[in-house]
Every structure is written in structure tokens, then in C-alpha cells.
């Protein structure tokens, strides 16, 4: 299994540009989620999701859209990037039963607005 | 809302033990659970705790009191190799299927 993977891992922007940071799990797990985090900071959570056609807004949802069109992919859209989005992005994954107690993250996507 | 509070920075010294406490507020309790966060990695999860109680992982335990709305990780027997970032998280809302909060992040810096 690869686990969660996210591509790209690394992106400048220019600001008011979009994009789409992908996220991909091979684990069949329900439950995905998108975080942010600053430097020095915690995590914050944007999107997250509990099934294909089901997605729900975390603590900092703004200036971000997602979908989850099936089980495996659940993308970030950055509708027109601004400096503040500079971050690092977290995917996570994982089951809503059994294990659900643990989350899986996936490498991150270092992104800079200029 | 949710909050999650845990000191900001702990220090220690190779082979002694280290507690790192975390106290939450949230609407809708499914369980506190702690990660871990090297430099420039990902989180990885440590240990979760969906009962009042003590859980044991090998150097790692954690403990939760749901009354006091508080838990704490301890660390025993430090390495160098512990030196990172410490998450406690809580999942909150209406279901366990709800959204999973962090707290800001303890950095433990462990010294020879």
C-alpha cells in the first residue's frame, strides 16, 4: 500500500492564481481531511469528508473548496491564492470504524504565494 | 467550538520522563488522541484514548479524564531520537465520524 499521497509536494503561486493540491489513499478508508499549518503552529483543519458526495467545513474552510467524487481522491482547490494560504497542506485519512481512532497524513504540499 | 490547550515548549534530558498535558473544550467527545511531528515530517499517531484511564505503548502512555476534560502524554526513558512536536487531538461534533481538532503543538526538546 502507498498510503496517502499528495502531489505536488512543492508549488509557488502567484497570487490570485488557482490550483488543485491532490491527495490520493490506497486504503479504502471513509474519512478524509485536508489541514493547514504555519510555521510554529498547530493543525487546522479546512475540508474534511466522511464518504464519496459527502463533505463537511473544518475550523478555516475560507478561500478553499473540495469534492470527493470517490473513496480514493479528495482534492483541494484554491479558488485565487493569496499570501495568506502560504502553508504547508496535510491530507489525512482513515477508517470510520475499527481503527478510526488513527489518522494516516500523507507527506504535505509545501505551497508559497508571492 | 472546540479548543484544545497544551504548553508550548518542554525540555528534558536524555533518559528521564516527561508529561505533556492537554485540556480541551469541545461540543461532542469521541476520544483524545496524540501525535507525533518530527521536523519537516508528517504527523504520525502515537496513542488514543476513548475511556477514562491509562493506555500503555511501550515508552509511551497517555491518560484521560473525561470529568476534568484533560489528558496527558508521558514519555519515559527520553531518547534524543523524541526531540519533535507533540499533538494532543480531540474528535468533536455529533457522531465519531466528526471533525478531528488539534491542539497548537508541544515541542519537546530533549537534551544529552
Known amino acids: 500500500n502507498a498510503g496517502v499521497t499528495q502531489t505536488p509536494k512543492f508549488q509557488v503561486l502567484k497570487t490570485g492564481q488557482s490550483m488543485t493540491l491532490q491527495c490520493a489513499q490506497d486504503m479504502n478508508h471513509e474519512y478524509m481531511s485536508w489541514y493547514r499549518q504555519d510555521p510554529g503552529m498547530g493543525l487546522r483543519l479546512i475540508h474534511y469528508?466522511?464518504?464519496?458526495?459527502?463533505?463537511d467545513q473544518g475550523e478555516v474552510p475560507n478561500g478553499y473548496n473540495v469534492s470527493r467524487s470517490t473513496t480514493e481522491d479528495f482534492p483541494l482547490r484554491l479558488l485565487s491564492a493569496a499570501p495568506s494560504q502560504t502553508s504547508v497542506y496535510f491530507c489525512?485519512?482513515?477508517?470510520?470504524?475499527?481503527?478510526?481512532?488513527?489518522?494516516?497524513f500523507g507527506p504535505g504540499t509545501r505551497l508559497t504565494v508571492l | 467550538g472546540q479548543s484544545l490547550e497544551q504548553p508550548s515548549e518542554v525540555t528534558a534530558v536524555e533518559g528521564a520522563i516527561v508529561q505533556i498535558n492537554c485540556t480541551y473544550q469541545t461540543s461532542g467527545f469521541y476520544g483524545l488522541s496524540w501525535y507525533q511531528q518530527h521536523d519537516g515530517g508528517a504527523p504520525t499517531f502515537l496513542s488514543y484514548n476513548g475511556l477514562d484511564g491509562l493506555e500503555e505503548t511501550g515508552r509511551f502512555s497517555s491518560f484521560l479524564s473525561r470529568s476534568d476534560s484533560y489528558g496527558y502524554l508521558l514519555l519515559q526513558e527520553l531518547q534524543m531520537k523524541d526531540s519533535a512536536s507533540y499533538f494532543c487531538a480531540v474528535r468533536a461534533g455529533s457522531s465519531n465520524t466528526g471533525k478531528l481538532i488539534f491542539g497548537q503543538g508541544t515541542t519537546l526538546q530533549v537534551k544529552p
Open positions: 489525512a485519512s482513515s477508517p470510520t470504524s475499527g481503527r478510526a481512532k488513527e489518522q494516516f
Open positions: 469528508s466522511v464518504g464519496a458526495g459527502i463533505t
